[in-house]
Nanobody, 124 residues
Framework: QVQLDESGGGLVQAGGSLRLSCAAS????????MGWFRQAVGKEREFVAA???????YYADSAKGRFTISGDNAKNTVYLQMNSLKPEDTAVYYC??????????????????WGSGTQVTVSS
């Protein structure tokens, strides 16, 4: 069982920045892509960004140009740098680990393990 621990959420003013971290522990995560999703109150969980094991990255349109996903395979860690934050970015952000040696996905169904989430609140 892979365990994912997110950190870095918090309260920030519009235009500010936050950096989320997600550390994976447990069985080896070699070959797993990692993703970030978010869920606002009353809305469905939505894709934000993903990074494949080979460091290919994917972004939702809402994240392009403002968010950057990066990772360190040796440390089993993935990061989400969020700049120019907007009130509509307010949500619980979840880290997810994909299935080993499978193509990275933008859908929640493509991920095998999930963290418990970290709250990001952007005030106007």
């Amino acid at each position: 069982q892979v365990q994912l621990d997110e950190s870095g959420g918090g309260l920030v003013q519009a235009g500010g920045s936050l950096r989320l971290s997600c550390a994976a522990s447990g069985p080896p995560s070699r070959g797993r892509g990692m993703g970030w999703f978010r869920q606002a109150v009353g809305k469905e969980r939505e894709f934000v960004a993903a990074r494949s094991w080979s460091d290919t990255t994917y972004y939702a349109d809402s994240a392009k140009g403002r968010f950057t996903i990066s990772g360190d395979n040796a440390k089993n860690t993935v990061y989400l740098q969020m700049n120019s934050l907007k009130p509509e970015d307010t949500a619980v952000y979840y880290c997810a680990a994909g299935r080993q040696w499978r193509a990275i996905s933008t859908m929640p169904e493509g991920y095998e393990y999930w963290g418990s989430g970290t709250q990001v609140t952007v005030s106007s």
